[in-house]
Every structure is written in C-alpha cells, then in structure tokens.
C-alpha cells in the first residue's frame, strides 16, 4: 500500500481513541504553540482567549467531518501581527473579517465553485509552499530563537543539533507513538521550568474595543495578506489532502465547508480577542503521518485545549513559552518533509514543472502571484485550444 493509499471507506468513520489516535492528535502543536506563546507574550492577548478559538474549531471539525482535519494559527496573520506588535483591537477586528468574509463566501458556494478552476499540479504547488514554510519556520525556531521562550538565551548550534534528533526520531519513528512521546517530554520539561509560576483557572476575556480605524487597518495589514494563503492551503489544499489520505471518506471534507467552519469560529475568536485559526493541508499530514485517523483524534486535542484554556488559562503564558523549542523545530520539520512528499503523485514534466514554479514562487515571493501564474500557464493553452478547435 501506498503512503497516499486511502485508508478509510465511509462504512468506517467511528471515531477512536487509542494510542495511536492520540500521537496523532498531538502531532501539529510545531504549528500551534510558537505562534500562541509570541501572541499572548507580545501581543497582550490573553491565553484563554488564544486557546479557547482553537480547541472549539478542533471539537467542530470532529463531528463535521469525523476525520482529523488540523486547526492551526493563521500563519501570514499571525506572523505580520507578532512582528508589527500589533494590539489586541486590530487582531479581533482582522478575525472577525476572516470570519464574515469566509462564512459567506463558503455558505454560497463561491469557494467551491471557485476551487475548480485550480488542477492538482496548482494544488500540489501550494503544499509545496506550506512545507517549505514549515521547514522555514522550524529553522528559526532554533536558529533565531523566539525572545518569548525559555531556549532565547540557548546556543543556536545546540538547539539546531537537538532539533535534527528529534526530527530523525520523528521521521523513524512515526508509526510508533514518537510524536506522543515528544510532546510529553516537552511538557515535562515546561513543567520544571515553569511549575511554580502556574497558576489555575481562566486569564481574562476582554472584549475588544473596536472602530473604523481597526478594522481599516486590519483589513490591510492583515486579511488581504492571509486571504490567498486560507483560500489556497486552508480549503483547497486540505480538501485535496483528505481525498488524497482518506478516499470515499472524505467526502465531507470540501472546501466551502471548510471555508464555512474556520469562518465560524473567526468571528467567535474576534468577539473575544482570540487568536485567529484556520485549517491547513499541512496539518493535516502530520496529524496523519503520525498515527490519526479518525475524528477522535481532532476531539481529543481539542478537549485538551479547551480544558487548559479554563482551566490553566492563568498560566498557560510561562507554559508555553517554557516548552522546548528543539522539540517543536523538530516536529514542524518533519512535517513539512512529508507534506512536500504529496507531489510524488504527479505525472509528466509540465505538472511537475507547474508545481515545483507555483510553489517556489508562492515561498520566495508570494502565494497570490504563483497562483496567478499557474493559472495562466494552464488555462490560457487550453483556451486557446478550444478557439483554434471552434474556428476550424
């Protein structure tokens, strides 16, 4: 069998909760923690309000789909707000946006009606981008570590050869509960650091303060940045990658509904200051690779999260940011490795030549641009080609 063999048929949907489901589950928090911890550290929101978005869209996803589709941080959102400093305000306006303009745009059938002008090579090429993004974001972790967590003061060289163990582990080891193991080592290891500074109990739930220079300001600093790249990779690209890993039992897994879920929880996250979230096909593989299969597995980190969002909300701060970072770089880039291995199903030069430009471009540049691009390179011969056909 093939490591893109569909595994399920629609028969078999139960949910499961064993071992391997739960090394699963835990498999994408690279993605989750560094962006959560810098957000609540730099940007002043508060942690219950940061994990709670995430953990009620995983509780979502398990039921709407029964399969474990990822919830992730949005990343081009994210990154601008944590390196502009931006507020809490200009965060909640710019979620709520998402929110609106993805629940919309996914209720009316304009995602999906507009997700079939993108052939696999365009889809392959944006999970291109994601993995090298993943590996880029993995590096700078170790390399440039991030001020908010305990490994700052670390030697880079230290944390880059720490970080290649543990992705070595990963990579071996995936079949075997690695990435279960990984992630309770690293909470061991935040909980020394950080164990007499938690506190119990919920952080405040602000309500922001919103106005017409928020939103404005949101709106281009933030969502036109991020539209692309949640169009692309958070409802195209994840729906291909269900169908990919998963076959007849992903049939409910399209990208209007995708669009339609993470736009939901966007405006709740908005409403209360939270971190904005999305889907992303590269989630979805390490959520796979690394022993998921069902929706038990979205239903139990999302319980977790929203159990330490009330519960440990006060001092999930120090907790985050005391979380290794060697171990994170390590789980990201494995991720993003095997996330690249979807192109292997490609066929002939041109797809390949269309994916390896689409996803280049999308990584150096810009994912708007290389999707453009890759539009053109293939519809325009085509069109043409029917012209020439018609007029003969």
Request: aromatic share 8%.
């Amino acid at each position: 069998m093939s490591a893109t063999a569909p595994l399920l048929a629609p028969s078999q949907l139960a949910m499961r909760f064993d071992r391997r489901e739960l090394a699963g589950a835990v498999a994408d928090l690279g993605v989750l923690v560094p962006i959560a911890a810098a957000l609540i550290i730099k940007n002043g929101l508060t942690a219950t309000a940061v994990l709670l978005p995430a953990g009620i869209l995983y509780l979502i996803v398990a039921f709407a789909f029964r399969l474990p589709i990822p919830v992730q941080p949005l990343k081009a959102f994210g990154a601008i707000a944590i390196a502009k400093g931006l507020g809490a305000d200009e965060i909640a306006a710019g979620a709520l946006l998402m929110g609106v303009i993805f629940f919309t745009l996914g209720g009316a059938g304009l995602i999906d009606w507009a997700g079939r002008a993108f052939p696999k090579p365009l889809i392959r090429g944006v999970q291109l981008t994601v993995g090298l993004l993943f590996l880029k974001i993995a590096w700078g972790l170790v390399w440039t570590a991030p001020k908010s967590f305990s490994d700052a003061t670390a030697d880079p060289l230290i944390l880059l050869a720490l970080a290649l163990v543990v992705l070595a582990a990963a990579m071996a080891l995936r079949k075997h509960l690695i990435a279960l193991v990984l992630v309770i080592l690293g909470l061991a290891i935040a909980l020394v650091r950080s164990g007499a500074e938690m506190k119990l109990g919920p952080s405040g739930l602000p309500l922001p303060d919103l106005s017409g220079a928020a939103f404005a300001s949101a709106l281009v600093v933030l969502v036109i940045p991020q539209l692309p790249l949640t169009f692309a990779n958070s409802c195209l690209a994840t729906a291909d990658a269900a169908k990919v890993y998963f076959g007849p039992a992903a049939k409910r897994v399209k990208p209007g509904r995708l669009a339609m879920t993470l736009g939901a929880v966007n405006l709740l996250a908005g409403s209360i200051a939270g971190m904005p979230v999305c889907h992303g096909a590269g989630g979805l593989t390490a959520h796979r690779e690394f022993g998921a299969r069902t929706g038990g597995a979205p239903l139990m980190i999302g319980g977790a999260l929203v159990f330490l969002a009330v519960v440990f909300g006060a001092g999930m701060a120090v907790l985050l940011s005391a979380f290794p970072l060697p171990i994170l770089a390590g789980m990201l880039a494995a991720a993003g490795l095997l996330h690249i291995g979807l192109l292997r199903d490609l066929e002939g030069g041109w797809a390949w030549t269309l994916a390896l430009l689409v996803g280049l471009i999308g990584f150096f540049f810009n994912l708007a641009i290389g999707l453009a691009i890759g539009l053109a390179l293939w519809w325009v011969p085509i069109g043409v080609a029917r012209l020439r056909a018609r007029d003969s």
